[in-house]
C-alpha cells in the first residue's frame, strides 16, 4: 500500500495537532493538580481545627485521598497518556476539588461561629434616669440638686451619677408606685433598670408615652452562683445532661439582661437518644435562688442567666450544668434565615396584628416571635403559651435538621445566630458530641413536657408590695416533672 505525500503530510499535521492539544492539556492537568494540593492542604486543615468529624472519617478521607492520588499519578504517566484518560482525571480533580472547597467553606464557617460564641460571657443591665414627657429636664446635667426615686438599683450606678451630678437617692418599696408617682406629677426623677422601665411599660397605661429618658447608665451583672460540671455525672462527656433554654425577651444585644420569657429545659441522653423539651410558665411563682424571696420565674432574668438556671434546679431539685440564652432578636432571625417554618397551632387566635389559624401555619421571623409570646387569648394563659412556644421550636428544629436545608443554607444559619446567642457550653464539649452523632447516625425521640399552675395575685419581689398576676405551681405537674426528667437520665 502506498501514501501519497498529501496524504502522509496530513497525518503529520493532524498528529502535530493532537500532541499539540495533549501538550495543552497536559499543562493545565499539571497546574490543576498543584491547585488541588493546595485546596487539599485548606481541607485537612479546616476539618482539624473544627474537630468535629470522628477518627473513622479522618482515616476513610485518607484512604480515599491516597487512591485518587495514585489514579491521578496514573493518569499523567507516559504509557497512559491518551486524551481521553487526560480529560477524565481533569473532570475528576475539578469535582474533589470542589467537594473539597465547599466541606472548607462549611467547616470554617463553624470553626469562626464557634470561636465567637465562646467568647466571655457577659450581661450588662441599663439603668434609666427618667423625667415626664413634659419636663424641662433634657439631660444628666438638669437634674442636678434634684431626689432621684428607685425601688432596686446598684451601687455602682449611683456612684456614675453622682460623678457627674448633685442628687440625693431615695428607695422605695414599691415600683409601681413610683411609675404612679412620676406620672401624677409627685416625684420629678426617676432610676429604673431596663427591665423595670419595660414592666412598668406594662403594668401603667401610657407609662413610656409620658416619660422620656434623658441618661443611661452600664451595670455589669455579677454572677450570683456559678453554673458549673465539676463533680458533675450529667455532663456532655458523659452522655446525660440537662441545658437550660432561656428566651429574654428583649432585641439587639444578647448581652443585655432582661425578663426570661421562655423557660425551657432540654434533657438529653446520647446513649438511649432521647430528648425531652420540659417547658416552664414564664409567670410561675417560685423562691429566687440568690434572693430567697418569692417572684415570677421571668424576673429572674433581670439578674441573670445564673440566677434563672440556680432558681430552676431549686424548684426541681435537679443538676443543670449548661445553659442557652437567646433573645427576640434570636428568633427572628433564625426564622427569616430559614426562609420561614410550618408551625402547627391548637386554636385559632390573633396577636400582635396576625392571625393564626388551627392547624399549620407558614410563619415568618416576626409572626413566629408572636405567635410564641401570646398568651391572654387563651383561657389557660401561660399553660398554652409554652405549648406554643414547643411548637415554634419543633417547627424550627425540622426545618434545620432537612437536608435540603442544611446544604443550603448553613452559612446563613450559623450568620444569623451570630452576636444573638449565648452558652456556657464549651467547643471540645461541642465537639465531643458531635462525633458521637457522627459515628452512629441514631434517630432521636423528641418528648414534650410542661409544668402547669394556677393563676393568682401575690407581691413579688421584683414588683414591691404590689400584687400582681403569678402563676402558683401544681405540685403534681412539678413532681411529675422532675420524675421525667430523672427517667431520662437514666436515675
Same mark, same amino acid.
Given at each position: 500500500?502506498?501514501?501519497?505525500?498529501?496524504?502522509?503530510?496530513?497525518?503529520?499535521?493532524?498528529?502535530?495537532?493532537?500532541?499539540?492539544?495533549?501538550?495543552?492539556?497536559?499543562?493545565?492537568?499539571?497546574?490543576?493538580?498543584?491547585?488541588?494540593?493546595?485546596?487539599?492542604?485548606?481541607?485537612?486543615?479546616?476539618?482539624?481545627?473544627?474537630?468535629?468529624?470522628?477518627?473513622?472519617?479522618?482515616?476513610?478521607?485518607?484512604?480515599?485521598?491516597i487512591i485518587f492520588t495514585l489514579l491521578m499519578t496514573i493518569?499523567?504517566?507516559?504509557k497512559h497518556k491518551t486524551y481521553k484518560l487526560n480529560i477524565?482525571?481533569?473532570?475528576?480533580?475539578?469535582?474533589?476539588?470542589?467537594?473539597?472547597?465547599?466541606?472548607?467553606?462549611?467547616?470554617?464557617?463553624?470553626?469562626?461561629?464557634?470561636?465567637?460564641?465562646?467568647?466571655?460571657?457577659?450581661?450588662? =443591665? &441599663?439603668?434609666? $434616669?427618667?423625667?415626664? %414627657?413634659? *419636663?424641662? #429636664? +433634657?439631660?444628666?446635667?438638669?437634674?442636678?440638686? /434634684?431626689?432621684?426615686?428607685?425601688?432596686?438599683?446598684?451601687?455602682?450606678?449611683?456612684?456614675?451619677?453622682?460623678?457627674?451630678?448633685?442628687?440625693?437617692?431615695?428607695?422605695?418599696?414599691?415600683?409601681?408606685?413610683?411609675?404612679?408617682?412620676?406620672?401624677? =406629677? &409627685?416625684?420629678? $426623677?426617676?432610676?429604673? %433598670?431596663? *427591665?423595670? #422601665? +419595660?414592666?412598668?411599660?406594662?403594668?401603667?397605661? /401610657?407609662?413610656?408615652?409620658?416619660?422620656?429618658?434623658?441618661?443611661?447608665?452600664?451595670?455589669?451583672?455579677?454572677k450570683t452562683a456559678e453554673i458549673s460540671t465539676a463533680n458533675?455525672?450529667?455532663?456532655?462527656?458523659?452522655?446525660?445532661?440537662?441545658?437550660?433554654?432561656?428566651?429574654?425577651?428583649?432585641?439587639? %444585644?444578647?448581652?443585655?439582661?432582661?425578663?426570661?420569657?421562655?423557660?425551657?429545659?432540654?434533657?438529653?441522653?446520647?446513649?438511649?437518644?432521647?430528648?425531652?423539651?420540659?417547658?416552664?410558665?414564664?409567670?410561675?411563682?417560685?423562691?429566687?435562688?440568690?434572693?430567697?424571696?418569692?417572684?415570677?420565674?421571668?424576673?429572674?432574668?433581670?439578674?441573670?442567666?445564673?440566677?434563672?438556671?440556680?432558681?430552676?434546679?431549686?424548684?426541681?431539685?435537679?443538676?443543670?450544668?449548661?445553659?442557652?440564652?437567646?433573645?427576640?432578636?434570636?428568633?427572628?432571625?433564625?426564622?427569616?434565615?430559614?426562609?420561614?417554618?410550618?408551625?402547627?397551632?391548637?386554636?385559632?387566635?390573633?396577636?400582635?396584628?396576625?392571625?393564626?389559624?388551627?392547624?399549620?401555619?407558614?410563619?415568618?421571623?416576626?409572626?413566629?416571635?408572636?405567635?410564641?409570646?401570646?398568651?391572654?387569648?387563651?383561657?389557660?394563659?401561660?399553660?398554652?403559651?409554652?405549648?406554643?412556644?414547643?411548637?415554634?421550636?419543633?417547627?424550627?428544629?425540622?426545618?434545620?435538621?432537612?437536608?435540603?436545608?442544611?446544604?443550603?443554607?448553613?452559612?446563613?444559619?450559623?450568620?444569623?445566630?451570630?452576636?444573638?446567642?449565648?452558652?456556657?457550653?464549651?467547643?471540645?464539649?461541642?465537639?465531643?458530641?458531635?462525633?458521637?452523632?457522627?459515628?452512629?447516625?441514631?434517630?432521636?425521640?423528641?418528648?414534650?413536657?410542661?409544668?402547669?399552675?394556677?393563676?393568682?395575685?401575690?407581691?413579688?419581689?421584683?414588683?414591691?408590695?404590689?400584687?400582681?398576676?403569678?402563676?402558683?405551681?401544681?405540685?403534681?405537674?412539678?413532681?411529675?416533672?422532675?420524675?421525667?426528667?430523672?427517667?431520662?437520665?437514666?436515675?
Amino acid at each position: 500500500m502506498s501514501y501519497s505525500p498529501r496524504r502522509m503530510m496530513n497525518d503529520s499535521s493532524s498528529n502535530k495537532k493532537r500532541k499539540s492539544e495533549l501538550d495543552i492539556i497536559n499543562i493545565i492537568f499539571k497546574l490543576l493538580a498543584l491547585i488541588f494540593i493546595v485546596v487539599t492542604i485548606i481541607f485537612y486543615r479546616s476539618i482539624l481545627r473544627l474537630n468535629m468529624l470522628p477518627t473513622s472519617y479522618l482515616i476513610a478521607f485518607t484512604i480515599a485521598e491516597i487512591i485518587f492520588t495514585l489514579l491521578m499519578t496514573i493518569g499523567v504517566g507516559k504509557k497512559h497518556k491518551t486524551y481521553k484518560l487526560n480529560i477524565f482525571c481533569l473532570i475528576i480533580i475539578l469535582l474533589v476539588s470542589g467537594v473539597y472547597m465547599y466541606i472548607s467553606n462549611y467547616a470554617n464557617a463553624t470553626t469562626e461561629f464557634l470561636g465567637n460564641m465562646f467568647n466571655e460571657v457577659k450581661e450588662v =443591665e &441599663e439603668y434609666y $434616669v427618667v423625667v415626664r %414627657s413634659d *419636663s424641662s #429636664y +433634657n439631660n444628666i446635667e438638669d437634674i442636678n440638686g /434634684e431626689t432621684i426615686y428607685a425601688f432596686q438599683t446598684e451601687d455602682d450606678v449611683k456612684n456614675d451619677i453622682e460623678e457627674k451630678v448633685d442628687v440625693t437617692f431615695e428607695t422605695k418599696n414599691s415600683l409601681t408606685d413610683l411609675g404612679n408617682n412620676l406620672i401624677n =406629677e &409627685e416625684i420629678d $426623677v426617676l432610676l429604673v %433598670s431596663s *427591665s423595670q #422601665y +419595660n414592666i412598668l411599660s406594662e403594668e401603667i397605661k /401610657e407609662f413610656k408615652n409620658n416619660t422620656k429618658i434623658i441618661y443611661t447608665a452600664n451595670h455589669e451583672i455579677k454572677k450570683t452562683a456559678e453554673i458549673s460540671t465539676a463533680n458533675s455525672k450529667y455532663t456532655m462527656n458523659n452522655g446525660i445532661f440537662n441545658v437550660y433554654i432561656t428566651g429574654i425577651d428583649t432585641s439587639g %444585644s444578647i448581652n443585655n439582661v432582661s425578663r426570661s420569657d421562655a423557660n425551657i429545659i432540654a434533657t438529653v441522653n446520647t446513649n438511649t437518644h432521647e430528648v425531652l423539651l420540659t417547658s416552664i410558665p414564664r409567670d410561675y411563682y417560685v423562691t429566687l435562688h440568690s434572693k430567697d424571696s418569692k417572684d415570677k420565674l421571668t424576673h429572674s432574668g433581670i439578674y441573670g442567666v445564673n440566677e434563672t438556671v440556680t432558681t430552676v434546679e431549686d424548684l426541681l431539685d435537679i443538676d443543670i450544668n449548661y445553659y442557652v440564652r437567646v433573645n427576640f432578636t434570636t428568633v427572628i432571625k433564625l426564622v427569616d434565615t430559614l426562609g420561614g417554618v410550618d408551625v402547627y397551632s391548637e386554636y385559632d387566635f390573633s396577636a400582635q396584628g396576625y392571625h393564626f389559624n388551627q392547624g399549620y401555619n407558614y410563619l415568618n421571623g416576626e409572626q413566629a416571635l408572636a405567635f410564641s409570646r401570646e398568651r391572654h387569648s387563651f383561657a389557660s394563659g401561660d399553660n398554652q403559651r409554652v405549648k406554643n412556644q414547643q411548637a415554634v421550636i419543633e417547627a424550627i428544629m425540622k426545618k434545620v435538621l432537612n437536608s435540603t436545608t442544611l446544604l443550603t443554607k448553613y452559612t446563613d444559619i450559623l450568620k444569623s445566630l451570630e452576636g444573638s446567642f449565648q452558652t456556657n457550653i464549651q467547643q471540645n464539649e461541642i465537639s465531643n458530641l458531635a462525633k458521637s452523632q457522627l459515628e452512629n447516625m441514631s434517630s432521636w425521640t423528641i418528648k414534650n413536657n410542661a409544668l402547669t399552675g394556677t393563676g393568682s395575685y401575690e407581691p413579688t419581689y421584683s414588683l414591691g408590695s404590689l400584687t400582681s398576676y403569678v402563676m402558683i405551681p401544681d405540685d403534681t405537674s412539678v413532681a411529675n416533672a422532675k420524675e421525667k426528667i430523672n427517667d431520662v437520665l437514666g436515675e
